[in-house]
């Protein structure tokens, strides 16, 4: 659609009652002035200070870390899973895909400390899949770094599935059919013609995931604890600080801030533009 004909039905469309437009103002207000607040009672002049301090920024490196490990098993486990749930629709298997892209989407509406609780019962020392696991191998993950990525897998995996499959269904399949006519197989097709056509959807769902899992804080604190150096991340430092300084809190918070704000800026056109420019 060209930028003219867009403006024309701009043009044309009937604008909301205005009775609607000071709920709206209210609405933009309630989102915007907790930030503003948070801009004005920040303390610019200690802020370098406050995030060189040696525990903000060992909590700044484990969290980057274990987003960025969450993030890359997003990617792993997300791509084939959105597959399978375009294959399954392209194949009329809608009560299937109905279900399992339920099951994909509760960490969305999830409360983050009830995932938390669900991990401890299947990977703790007495879960269904922890005890013997530590029985086996010895092996125990709670409260361990292993634990933090896991946490931030299990809530940031959906954004990277919805995404990998918005993009799926809206791509050209007569590309993927034209290579199995020429003979290529499907992992090749997959490799080769799939994954670059999807490419922008893998990213902007990439981006997503990782920017969740680095304010990840319910299900990282009830699965993993806060232990200094090995899983307390920076949205459990700014709690933490909370309590006896407020300042790095707030610190903390704005340069979480800042990380939303610049993924925002990354993603214009595709998931807050309505539409690419």
Same mark, same amino acid.
């Given at each position: 659609m060209s930028r003219e004909h867009r403006a024309a039905l701009r043009t044309e469309r009937v604008g909301p009652p205005r009775a609607l437009v000071p709920l709206?103002?209210?609405?933009?207000?309630?989102?915007?002035? @907790?930030?503003?607040?948070?801009?004005?009672?920040? @303390?610019?002049?200690?802020?370098g200070t406050i995030l060189g301090q040696p525990a903000v920024a060992e909590s700044l490196g484990l969290s980057l870390l274990s987003a960025g490990s969450a993030t890359v098993l997003c990617i792993i486990l997300g791509i084939p899973l959105a597959w399978c749930l375009v294959a399954l629709s392209d194949a009329g298997h809608d009560a299937w895909h109905r279900v399992i892209r339920a099951f994909v989407l509760v960490p969305l509406v999830l409360p983050p400390v009830v995932g938390?609780?669900?991990?401890?019962?299947?990977?703790?020392?007495?879960?269904?899949?922890?005890? @013997?696991?530590?029985?086996?191998?010895?092996?125990?993950? @709670?409260?361990?770094?292993?634990?933090?990525?896991?946490?931030?897998?299990?809530?940031?995996?959906?954004?990277?599935?919805m995404a990998v499959e918005g993009a799926l269904a809206g791509a050209d399949r007569r590309l993927d059919d034209a290579a199995a006519t020429l003979g290529a197989s499907r992992w090749y097709t997959f490799r080769r013609v799939t994954v670059p056509l999807v490419a922008p959807g893998i990213v902007a769902g990439a981006v997503l995931a990782f920017a969740r899992a680095l304010g990840e804080f319910g299900a990282t604190i009830t699965f993993a604890g806060s232990l200094p150096g090995v899983t307390r991340t920076m949205p459990i430092t700014a709690y933490l600080a909370m309590q006896n300084d407020p300042d790095a809190a707030i610190a903390l918070s704005l340069l979480l801030m800042l990380v939303s704000i610049v993924i925002l800026v990354a993603l214009r056109?595709?998931?807050?533009?309505?539409?690419?420019?």
């Open positions: 709206a103002v209210v609405a933009v207000l309630f989102l915007v002035l @907790p930030l503003v607040a948070l801009l004005v009672r920040a @303390p610019w002049a200690d802020l938390g609780v669900a991990l401890l019962l299947l990977l703790g020392r007495r879960g269904l899949l922890g005890a @013997p696991l530590a029985e086996v191998a010895g092996v125990t993950i @709670p409260f361990t770094t292993v634990a933090v990525v896991i946490a931030q897998t299990f809530v940031a995996l959906p954004f990277l599935v056109g595709r998931w807050v533009g309505g539409s690419a420019s």
